[in-house]
């Protein structure tokens, strides 16, 4: 399975016309209550967003449209999630981004395994915050039964003694490994595609985008809710971007975390530059307007991508965030979090006495 085909002399007539092509797509999703087609989302991609649409420029539409479909397809509410990683580094892995393979000189070092107490201790401090899930998340290619044995016993403790539900993130999984942590609670499996098909052998060689897909279609195929994105600003190009998304919107994901590369010192990554502000927006909307019923979360790199518009981000589409520090990178306190999103008069998605 990949993307729909793309027909460019089709897509390069939708782009032509920028406000005739968001007409389209606001009538589309906010009239007919439908998705866009292909060449329509690889047409948005392909705008210029610094082009004068009347008073506006092609960003600004494209963001209050987006704005617009997340109200209409989704609630009002943003929601919080922690993430803690049960292993740090040391994954086999070769993914070009990451800082925890062994196969580039990082800094990050392999660690233990976290034991209960502290992921309960993560749990309980991120409840308090006002995060309504957590993520247990580890650097593997994917589980042995040693850790799966971990997992099941973490997820175990997170559901029984806080109110949060629990996700998990551990690479490529076996049927019988999918199988065993839908039935031990898991709600969600995060397994990012990454990057679009056409790009993901210029990212990992070390396994296969095609593996990814199909542990997704165990997660699905288990009953749990499947957690998907992909990271934006890997030398991918802009018809990739809508790549990714509508073959993320083949699994109809109920979670899609956006990231923005963070580069890291070590990786084969690490000289690219971050994208620019107005890149990281074009991307939210984008994804928004491919993914309209989704939780699109901003996640690792945000505070780098979008520097000091990140409130243009969350009111352009987005409905969650990630709060607190990523895996090996710091990000904002989730206090800063809340009281932008305060400043910004959304409301939150929280346990009523935590918020």
Not at 84 to 104: L, M, R
Request: hydrophobic fraction near 40%; aromatic fraction near 4%; charged fraction near 25%.
């Amino acid at each position: 399975m990949s993307a729909p085909p793309r027909d460019p002399a089709r897509v390069a007539a939708l782009a032509a016309d920028p406000g005739r092509l968001l007409s389209q797509v606001e009538r589309r999703l906010l009239h007919e209550r439908e998705t866009i087609d292909a060449n329509h989302a690889y047409a948005l991609a392909e705008l210029d967003p610094d082009t004068t649409l009347g008073d506006r420029t092609v960003l600004d539409a494209m963001l209050d449209l987006a704005h617009r479909v997340r109200l209409a397809w989704t609630q009002p509410e943003v929601a919080l999630e922690s993430i803690v990683s049960g292993k740090t580094g040391g994954c086999p892995e070769d993914c070009s981004f990451c800082s925890q393979s062994s196969a580039f000189p990082t800094d990050v070092k392999p660690q233990p395994l976290l034991t209960e107490a502290e992921v309960l201790a993560a749990a309980t401090d991120a409840e308090g915050q006002g995060a309504t899930e957590f993520c247990i998340v580890y650097a593997v290619r994917g589980p042995d039964e040693r850790l799966m044995d971990n997992i099941l016993r973490l997820a175990d403790t997170v559901r029984s003694k806080t109110r949060m539900s629990v996700a998990v993130s551990a690479g490529i999984l076996l049927a019988d490994q999918a199988r065993a942590l839908a039935d031990a609670g898991v709600v969600k499996y995060n397994h990012n595609l990454e990057t679009a098909r056409s790009h993901f052998d210029e990212i990992v060689s070390t396994h296969t985008w095609q593996e990814r897909w199909d542990t997704l279609e165990l997660v699905r195929s288990h009953g749990m809710e499947v957690c998907s994105g992909g990271i934006v600003g890997m030398g991918e190009s802009t018809t990739q971007r809508a790549e990714l998304a509508l073959e993320l919107a083949w699994f109809h994901p109920t979670e899609t975390p956006l990231n923005f590369l963070n580069p890291r010192p070590g990786t084969p990554l690490a000289d690219r530059d971050v994208v620019s502000s107005t890149e990281a927006l074009h991307a939210i909307a984008l994804f928004r307007l491919v993914l309209p019923w989704t939780l699109l979360r901003l996640a690792g790199g945000r505070e780098l991508a979008l520097r000091d518009v990140e409130s243009a981000g969350i009111l352009g589409g987005v409905n969650g965030l990630i709060i607190g520090n990523y895996l090996t990178t710091l990000g904002r306190t989730p206090a800063q979090d809340v009281a932008l999103l305060r400043d910004l008069d959304v409301p939150i998605r929280a346990f009523q006495d935590v918020l």
